[in-house]
């Protein structure tokens, strides 16, 4: 579901087009969950401070395409339902940085801090009403 540009020209086919790749996804999570063995079906998604293994879509989509290009034959349906079930989300945390390399000119990531909120001072605030009555 690698979709990134839309292909249609009008807003109503924009929102068609959008409305089924959303209900595409939907269906393959819904396989996907589905298959998945009952016992971690029925679990929370965090039980006892551990998270409980989840359907894995990119799985799901690896398990549906091996059978559209005839790596998983269409009679086989137990071996569909093993992979699906084996289609799990992997609950390792990463141990390494996402940035591969450190680049000379390449300034850090720093998060946004929270915003200044200022407030008029009475001054202000008669300026701004002796202008805006003015300008009315």
Do not use: N
């Not at 998270?51 to 799985?59: G, I, L, T």
């Amino acid at each position: 579901m690698a979709k990134v540009k839309l292909q249609s020209r009008t807003v109503h086919l924009v929102h068609r087009e959008a409305e089924g790749a959303l209900l595409a996804t939907q269906l393959l999570l819904a396989q996907g969950v589905r298959a998945m063995p009952q016992r971690l079906r029925a679990l929370p998604v965090r039980r006892q401070g551990k998270a409980v293994p989840r359907c894995s879509p990119r799985q799901v989509l690896l398990a549906i395409r091996a059978v559209i290009l005839g790596h998983i034959g269409i009679r086989q349906q137990g071996r569909f339902r093993r992979r699906l079930a084996k289609a799990l989300r992997d609950l390792r945390r990463r141990r390494s940085p996402k940035v591969k390399r450190v680049w000379p000119g390449r300034v850090p990531h720093k998060p946004l801090k929270p915003p200044k909120i200022l407030t008029l001072t009475k001054d202000e605030k008669v300026l701004l009403h002796q202008l805006l009555g003015q300008a009315a």
